[in-house]
């Protein structure tokens, strides 16, 4: 059993010189990808959409600032369907009329811009600023998040897929995977890049310090891409990653 757990946890760190540690990849190499290992340690305990599936899933995490969506495109680049999960939650969840309504109950006409949209910004400065507020608005829509995933994944079970899961861990969603992968680099870069994205350094540390550390998000993750160099550097991590998981998932 500590074997398990030492391969469900960290099997891997893709990272500064883009090295593998190659045996601890022994269980994969004999046709047990994650999801057959999780199968026969829990059982029906799985999420039913998980034991269906015959191909990979892989689950993408990190830090904000980190990259998640510059590697979900390598991924997706190389034949994996993606899920953006912020994406979905703008394009689908905040639009929906069920939230809006829940919304306009919760907060009143504050959040909304006059055309009736949700206004993103001003959600997200009075939910970051009270965590009841902030879990209550992620108990409404991450249901909605997993219920579009069982769509898009069941409408395609034969692919290979990749989810931008930004509470991958936070939510306790790593069961829904045959690995994660976590995409880590410097603090300094990190507050960097989410300033060039119009995100002031103090909010941009009220908004990391809601998620789990990223240490422990490296830590709990099976994989963790290094992403303080360049494009190039990044892609060819990734293109390690692809060649170390298994083909026959």
Known sequence: MFFLQKFCHGVAVLGINGRNHAWDFWLVMQGYTMKRLRLEIYGDSEPSLIRRLYHMILGLTGGMGCGKSTVAGMLAEAGFLRIDSDALVRHHVLTSPDVCAALRARFGPDVFH?????????LAEVVFASEPERLWLEDLIHPRVLDYWRGQIGAAPQANWVIEVPLLFE???????DFTVCLACAREQQLARLEQRGLPGPLAEQRISKQLPLAQKIELSDFVLWNDGSVAFLQAQVDVLIATLPKNS
């Open 171 to 177: 939510k306790q969603l790593e069961n829904w995977f």
């Open 114 to 122: 006059r055309d009736g949209t949700v206004d993103r910004g001003r």
